[in-house]
């Protein structure tokens, strides 16, 4: 079946922690997308990609690095210059033709010890 | 810019009750507009979409929305409410940037036995 993969679905994270929240589709699509949901206050979007190999900032992105190396992958590193990463972490992709639907993970829930 | 406003972050209704959740928008683009669910800790899954064709849009479990130009709005219905329609609401509009989505605040759907 085709989907999106997000792993962990929960991870800790220690004061002064990178962590690295994980993404895989076997969708073929193009474009791929993260996104910040704190309660009340919908999704806002980190990074996105349009192809392999580049990636865009998005509305949130200080605090945050991702890599785009294949086409299924696009890993979110959370780095210890975000000061308030708890959340959940949501991963979405689309194809890039028109204007597609983004079909999202099961999401990362992200806890600070 | 784009914005997404959804009116009432909590609704209550009592199973078998319509249920409406509003939504309203800003575009300087003609708007591409949808509706997302999710259920507790879970990714979100598309409910429909508009993009330009009929107004009316008819959509997965039973819901329906309707996109009113001159009232800049996106209303999600249902006629008759389940206990499984309990769920988080998200209604979205397409950017002028491409295939970037603006997210409004959610509305969290209680249904009342």
């Known amino acids: 079946d085709g989907g999106i993969t997000q792993s962990p679905k929960y991870l800790f994270r220690k004061e002064g922690q990178n962590v690295t929240l994980s993404c895989e589709q076997n969708?073929?699509?193009?474009?791929m997308y993260w996104y910040r949901q704190d309660p009340g206050q919908g999704l806002r979007l980190i990074y996105y990609?349009?192809?392999?190999?580049?990636?865009q900032k998005g509305d949130i992105a200080e605090g945050y690095s991702v890599s785009r190396e294949k086409k299924e992958s696009f890993p979110l590193t959370v780095t210890s210059a975000q000061k308030n990463p708890t959340a959940f972490y949501l991963c979405?992709?689309?194809?890039?033709?028109?204007?597609?639907?983004?079909?999202f993970g099961p999401g990362t829930r992200l806890l600070v010890l | 810019a784009q914005s997404v406003t959804q009116l009432g972050s909590h609704v209550s209704v009592s199973e078998g009750a319509l249920v409406l959740l509003r939504c309203n928008y800003s575009s300087s683009v003609p708007p591409y507009l949808f509706w997302y669910v999710q259920y507790p800790n879970q990714g979100l899954q598309l409910l429909l979409k508009?993009?330009?064709?009929?107004?009316l849009v008819k959509g997965i479990n039973g819901f329906e929305a309707e996109f009113k130009k001159s009232e800049t709005s996106f209303h999600l219905t249902k006629p008759s409410a389940h206990m499984s329609d309990a769920a988080e609401y998200f209604c979205a509009v397409r950017t002028d940037a491409g295939n970037m989505l603006t997210f409004g605040g959610g509305t969290r759907l209680m249904v009342k036995p």
């Open positions: 969708l073929n699509h193009d474009a």
């Open positions: 990609s349009q192809i392999v190999n580049d990636f």
């Open positions: 979405a992709s689309s194809t890039r033709q028109g204007f597609e639907t983004q079909y």
């Open positions: 508009y993009t330009s064709a009929a107004t």
